[in-house]
């Protein structure tokens, strides 16, 4: 290894893998912004005075503001410790804020990167369907008062399931990112006033989870039947879909890798 | 009726009674005070609209800074609106924030006191027992790495139901109010990694249950015997007890009332 000297980009020997979650209210999204305090900057400050230097932290999953993570994946090269992996979640919990857990950490070979060696992620998306607002959950759901038919959304979702292009629940403006995405879950279930969308695949478009269900909503709504639902996917026209969900009501629930 | 007039209090014909659920996380407790927000005063300045006149507003308990409640019971005297008190929640959905919700209303004879009235009360603790902590649960439980003995807290907390002499377990400092206290429901059990208590009484004095969590903590912990809770609360020294458990954890569950 060589050896590492001022003003150059040390060797790094270690790649450390952490599993994170995180409660999204109070951070502009994960990624490091220079106006607003997201939880990548949060994590490289704050872990790095583990590793004894500046830290280079890759997310597999840029959540958007308000999103919330149960099991978000980082990656980081350093040579700056022996702390073994398996010690960082311990040993972070004094150094970030309570809204931001490390649950599990690992060493991985150094080709491993948290975005582009995911195999696929898992995402939820919850509702809460009640008269009345729950004051405890206004930051962890989005609030429908009128009823929804969860059988008809679950069955509308279904037409998910497959390869596609997701053109039309892209965010609008869209990218020069190619949009056909493979999804092999998507399910709505319900368990007393709280709906809860699963959505599981090889990639997810910017916005793609809150659009689906913003236009699922609909289905639900009785707005829109399942098969006008499929009718939109093929369109491939995102004007004729519903409205983008709002974010306290997404979770990044799981990134899985081959390994 | 006597007419209303200018500089004079009105005559009130009516009394609203209104059950309240907040996430106590973000202001200086229920009672309205001089230089920090209180829910006491969102309520008495929000809800005024309705009714056309300034709103003096009482409620069953006083719950501290961060201190929660499912079912806060207050009441208040108007003759400033013909609104049906059933409608009142619906109607306070746009006027308060979200962490407050008004979940039922109901009219009330004139006699009616929120906190004079009440017959009982009902108070919950959470606690998180788990090796890290839970971002989501941070504002709404006591996070404990430890194991703790649910059944030992438990057995313990049997000795709470009677009528005691609570000063063991009543704020330092004390005040002048008379420490007897009938409790009739006291238990702990566990669902997964969250342990709730649960105590229900005539009335509670101050930081009460929130000493009595605290202490039972040591017996959960292997600290104290069932046996040696129960001599604290016969010895009425609250130096004996143990620490104040923090406030996230408390909610007012339910007040109840003899009609």
């Known amino acids: 290894m060589v050896k590492t000297m001022n003003n150059k980009t040390p060797d790094f020997n270690r790649n450390i893998k952490l599993t994170i979650a995180y409660d999204g209210t109070c951070y502009h999204g994960f990624q490091r912004q220079s106006n607003a305090l997201a939880i990548q900057e949060i994590l490289e400050t704050r872990l790095s005075v583990l590793f004894g230097h500046p830290l280079k932290i890759t997310g597999a999953g840029r959540t958007d503001a308000g999103v919330h993570a149960y099991g978000q994946t980082v990656n980081f090269l350093t040579s700056g410790s022996t702390i073994p992996a398996g010690n960082i979640p311990k040993a972070a919990r004094g150094l970030l804020p309570p809204d931001i857990v490390v649950t599990a950490g690992e060493e991985v070979p150094l080709a491993f990167h948290a975005r582009r060696s995911a195999q696929s992620k898992i995402y939820i998306y919850r509702v809460l369907q009640s008269p009345l607002a729950d004051p405890f959950r206004r930051n962890y759901s989005w609030h429908i008062s009128q009823p929804l038919n969860v059988a008809g959304m679950n069955q509308a979702a279904q037409y998910i399931i497959g390869t596609h292009d997701f053109s039309a629940f892209r965010a609008a403006g869209g990218s020069s990112v190619k949009p056909?995405?493979?999804?092999?879950?998507?399910?709505?279930?319900?368990?007393?006033?709280?709906?809860?969308?699963?959505?599981?695949?090889?990639?997810?478009?910017?916005?793609?989870?809150?659009?689906?269900?913003?236009?699922?909503?609909?289905?639900g709504q009785g707005r829109l039947t399942a098969e006008q639902f499929a009718g939109i996917l093929l369109s491939r026209d995102r004007t004729q879909a519903g409205i983008t969900a709002p974010p306290q009501g997404l979770y990044l629930k799981e990134v899985r890798y081959s390994r």
Chains 1, 2 share one sequence.
């Open 180 to 219: 056909v995405r493979t999804i092999f879950e998507a399910s709505c279930s319900s368990l007393g006033q709280l709906i809860e969308f699963s959505f599981g695949g090889n990639g997810f478009l910017y916005h793609m989870v809150r659009n689906l269900v913003g236009t699922l909503i609909q289905v």
